[in-house]
């Protein structure tokens, strides 16, 4: 399968405890996306990356949020000291700069219940 | 104001009929436009693009209208298999981050 793919696929986790998320792009994309989706509500953008660089973060975005992509292949999204309002699907998206831009490729998700 | 505004629906209809989806946006400079299908679940994907031109993909009609700031989904002759969330897409100019809409929901009942 050469998609886009997201692990954990699921996590349960207590209040206050860290969680990391891992996203492995469509080999040849260049930019990466995370965004956050609540029931009933579209993606809300969080940050994205090109290549290794994290060019724009939501101004949303907690300081609980913190995204790397190290190597400008695989990237990883953590929240530290998880609240309730954090439980979202933690969505992945890739896309070839040369792509037009919005063509994204997500994958699965990552579904996050806090307790 | 929301970037990108969609009626939520649900919007029921029976196999067969047209229905149309309409979406507004704010950022007059806006450059890119897209439609998403989401199923229940699921991870969006890509339905089609929205050119300045107007494309058709089957049963599938998109329309942009810059004047008036909106993009429009046109399905004909539902089929079941239609029933899904449709998110609209918007991509400001000098902006690679997309906006998404909250979506609108369809239901094709037999």
């Known amino acids: 399968d050469t998609g886009v793919s997201q692990d954990p696929r699921h996590k349960i986790t207590k209040r206050g405890q860290n969680v990391t998320f891992r996203c492995d792009p469509i080999?040849?994309?260049?930019?990466l996306y995370w965004y956050r989706q609540t029931l009933g509500q579209g993606p809300e953008f969080l940050t994205y990356?090109?290549?290794?660089?994290?060019?724009?973060k939501s101004r949303l975005l907690s300081d609980r949020f913190s995204a790397e992509r190290p190597k400008g292949s695989f990237s990883t999204l953590e929240i530290q000291r998880t609240e309730q309002g954090d439980s979202a699907m933690y969505l992945c998206?890739?896309?070839?700069?040369?792509?037009?831009?919005?063509?994204?490729?997500f994958g699965e998700g990552s579904r996050l219940t806090v307790l | 104001r929301k970037e990108v505004e969609q009626d939520p629906g649900p919007f029921n209809v029976p196999e067969g009929a047209t229905v149309a989806f309409n979406c507004t946006y704010s950022?007059?400079?806006?450059?890119?436009f897209f439609w998403y299908r989401q199923d229940c679940r699921k991870e969006p994907k890509l339905l089609m693009s929205?050119?300045?031109s107007g494309n058709e993909d089957g049963r599938f009609t998109a329309q942009l209208n810059r004047a008036s700031q909106y993009i429009s989904l046109l399905i004909r002759d539902s089929k079941l298999s239609d029933s899904a969330t449709y998110l609209c897409?918007?991509?400001?100019?000098?902006?690679?981050?997309?906006?998404f809409g909250r979506g609108t929901s369809l239901i094709v009942h037999p």
């Open positions: 950022n007059s400079a806006s450059q890119s």
């Open positions: 998206a890739s896309s070839l700069i040369a792509g037009n831009t919005g063509e994204l490729f």
């Open positions: 990356f090109q290549n290794e660089a994290q060019l724009e």
């Open positions: 929205v050119y300045s």
């Open positions: 080999s040849e994309h260049n930019r």
């Open positions: 897409v918007v991509t400001p100019g000098g902006s690679y981050i997309p906006t």
